[in-house]
């Protein structure tokens, strides 16, 4: 039986860079938090220390949450909160246009970088399963709002200590994971095509206009915007975690 094990000589192309560095980093990067994502939600613990709460389990929904932000889940429901809400940012970035183009390359390799030859014999687009849900992302942009709101509104709940109102790092670490959230979301191309891309003609709505032009700068910078608010979620969770582990102290500003 022929060995099937992909050599970088089977990559055949002209190009004489390290071009496999960009797939592999997407690779450790995609993967680990992935692993890290998923231990987090299962280990269904130390998401919550006042006023503190993991944007992994936020909005939390059900009756078995240490911090119940919307009670909508009866105590029927035994497994961890965070499997209740974490499909719609996970779903959001798995349809994203950038990370569709990060995780085809790097994991189906597919093709592995611009001039490499494609790992795969034959290309059937998102014609098939499980690609077809890649047409969900703008339902999905829709749905990641409604999570958006609520982060911002763990932020604002992060001012409010036991002892009255203040502010620690655990509150900038929140605040800054909603606005790199917002960002993420406000740039992508379906945003971008709801604020304008339905319009045959800029001239007659100049508001749209200008919301689209907007839209389009942040756009430029949506891959940047992609990981830095993916690493950041994963940081403002391990903060929480680690304070209600009490592995670390929260610096009280005032």
């Given at each position: ?33 992935a ?8 280990h ?28 909508l889940i009866?105590?029927?429901?035994n ?27 790097s994991?189906f ?29 703008r ?19 992060a ?34 095509h ?15 206009y200008?919301?689209?032009k ?9 891959m940047e ?7 950041w979620?994963?940081?403002?969770d ?17």
């Amino acid at each position: 039986m022929a060995d099937k094990t992909l050599t970088l000589d089977q990559f055949r192309t002209l190009r004489k860079d390290n071009w496999w560095v960009q797939p592999l980093l997407v690779v450790v990067g995609l993967g680990g938090f992935a692993i890290y994502a998923t231990w987090a939600a299962f280990h269904n613990a130390h998401y919550y220390v006042d006023p503190y709460l993991s944007p992994f389990y936020s909005p939390c929904l059900a009756e078995n949450c240490t911090h119940v932000t919307l009670p909508l889940i009866g105590s029927w429901w035994n497994l961890s909160p965070a499997f209740l809400i974490l499909w719609i940012p996970g779903g959001f970035r798995a349809t994203c246009y950038y990370y569709r183009k990060a995780y085809y390359r790097s994991f189906f390799l597919s093709p592995p970088g611009c001039a490499v030859k494609d790992a795969s014999k034959s290309y059937s687009g998102e014609t098939r399963f499980p690609f077809l849900f890649q047409n969900l992302h703008r339902y999905f942009f829709y749905l990641s709002l409604v999570i958006l709101a609520f982060l911002w509104w763990d932020a604002i709940l992060a001012f409010q200590f036991p002892d009255g109102f203040g502010m620690g790092v655990g509150t900038i670490v929140l605040c800054v994971n909603a606005a790199l959230l917002s960002v993420f979301s406000l740039s992508c191309n379906s945003c971008r095509h709801v604020c304008g891309g339905s319009l045959n003609s800029f001239h007659s709505a100049p508001g749209k206009y200008k919301t689209w032009k907007f839209i389009s700068r942040l756009n430029e910078k949506h891959m940047e915007y992609a990981w830095v608010s993916l690493i950041w979620v994963a940081v403002a969770d391990l903060y929480v975690r680690l304070l209600s582990m009490g592995v670390i102290t929260d610096l009280r500003f005032f």
